[in-house]
């Protein structure tokens, strides 16, 4: 039984309010059977629900042999244990449910991991409340004599156990953060790196299978992916990126959550372009593209420049709602994944912003510099190569972001035998400007 509360500000889907929880339920195994909806200007402190909602939730519960209430909010423990009663049915809040998918999604000894720990940060509040037994009375004893005394010790073991598995899992999970931020630094220093972010379900995925060499799974259902995947994307012309594909974004995901799945996030954080996937033939992809902004400003993923792409084009059922979206966001590239329509359009668009503002120059180093010698034989399209003298010269069409990489990286070159800033100045004429939105979404709608 699916039961939401709608609270003023809080986004509902007018065609359709259970659309979202209605997915996550059944991507958890659950079959639907029933829903229920309330607005209400606050909720009930008892129950969440009003007193005549929960009286006629128990009698659905009652009608249709339901096991489970799903609700649509994040309920206090006091407020399950208080439906729980009412209803004389298990009831989850959207965020145990949530849990329960990610930790039945987990693979890796690192997901697993993350999953246990926000699995404990959201148990630790709700120890007391699911000692019930504790109020039980034999005997006709008065409440508490007799079982108050070892209940609480019980309680306080459970407490002291929990934090000491909590702090265990954080150290493993820190050892495991700090190893991928080392891998993904080393990895931004080879490689152009590119990070596929988006609501749940958007095609991330599929996209990322089309691009690379694959692996990726790919399912219609709520988070399919978990684990991050990287893999090499070549874009022809000499240039190679690195692309990742992360757990998808939902509306009212946990923060705890959120926290746990730093090390996955990492790679999105890191990233040096990141490219939006949005599914335009969902109906609440407004809400969904709100939702990926808003929650990369929240992992301190705001710096980077961003590609949005307008995935599932091939679902739409006029192409005047493509034309809709290319109104309000001219950068936008339309694709298909699964279909293959638009990825060399958007290919375009990275190498560019790979590249930056490409110039034919003489780039001069050491021979003993073996790592610029690499950098711009993998990053750059080298047309002509000489040796002698303890000095490597290769002619290469180079942008300026990677000219800015290599002096960043301290290279001891010289471009057209000048200082390279004094050549940056004459070759590029000044400042580079992005040819990429640095966001997808107009100032007006950014609060």
Request: proline share 4%; aromatic share 6%; hydrophobic share 40%.
């Amino acid at each position: 039984m699916l039961v939401a509360v709608h609270l003023p500000g809080r986004y509902v889907d007018a065609s359709d309010p259970f659309s979202e929880l209605r997915a996550l339920a059944e991507t958890a195994g659950a079959e639907v059977v029933g829903e229920l909806i309330q607005n209400r200007r606050l909720p009930s402190g008892k129950t969440y629900l009003g007193k005549g909602k929960t009286q006629e939730l128990a009698g659905l519960v009652g009608t249709t042999a339901a096991s489970l209430v799903i609700f649509d909010n994040d309920l206090s423990p006091a407020q399950i244990r208080a439906v729980e009663e009412a209803t004389q049915c298990k009831v989850v809040d959207r965020s145990e449910l949530i849990l329960d998918i990610f930790a039945n999604r987990a693979a890796t000894h690192a997901a697993k991991i993350q999953v246990e720990i926000a699995q404990l940060e959201y148990t630790y509040p709700r120890l007391r409340a699911m000692w019930s037994h504790l109020e039980q009375v034999a005997g006709g004893a008065p409440v508490g004599i007799g079982t108050r005394g070892p209940g609480e010790k019980q309680l306080e073991i459970d407490r002291r156990l929990v934090q000491q598995r909590l702090r265990q899992l954080k150290r493993e999970l820190g050892r495991i953060q700090g190893r991928k931020a080392r891998e993904v630094q080393r990895r931004n220093i080879d490689y152009f790196t590119v990070g596929l972010v988006g609501y749940t379900n958007a095609g991330k995925s599929t996209l990322f299978n089309r691009l690379t060499a694959g692996g990726a799974f790919t399912h219609r259902r709520l988070f399919a992916t978990l684990s991050t995947r990287v893999e090499r994307w070549d874009l022809d012309g000499g240039n190679a990126v690195m692309l990742s594909d992360t757990v998808g974004f939902i509306h009212d995901l946990p923060h705890h959550l959120v926290a746990s799945f730093r090390s996955t996030l990492e790679e999105t954080v890191f990233a040096q372009l990141l490219i939006i996937v949005l599914d335009v033939a969902d109906p609440n992809a407004p809400m969904q593209l709100e939702t990926v902004y808003r929650t990369l400003d929240e992992i301190g993923a705001a710096d980077q420049p961003r590609v949005l792409g307008l995935n599932k084009i091939d679902l739409l059922d006029d192409d005047r709602e493509l034309l809709v979206w290319l109104n309000r966001y001219p950068d936008a590239v339309p694709i298909s994944a699964a279909a293959g329509d638009g990825l060399d359009a958007l290919a375009e668009v990275v190498r560019t912003e790979v590249r930056g503002d490409v110039r034919q120059v003489k780039v001069t180093m050491p021979m003993s510099d073996g790592k610029t010698i690499a950098f711009l034989e993998k990053r750059a399209e080298v047309l002509d190569r000489r040796y002698g003298d303890g000095q490597a010269e290769l002619t290469v069409r180079i942008g300026r972001r990677q000219v800015d990489e290599l002096l960043a990286q301290g290279a001891k070159i010289r471009i057209n035998g000048l200082d390279p800033r004094e050549a940056v100045k004459r070759e590029w004429n000044g400042p580079e400007s992005s040819p990429v939105a640095r966001s997808p979404l107009p100032p007006s709608e950014r609060s």
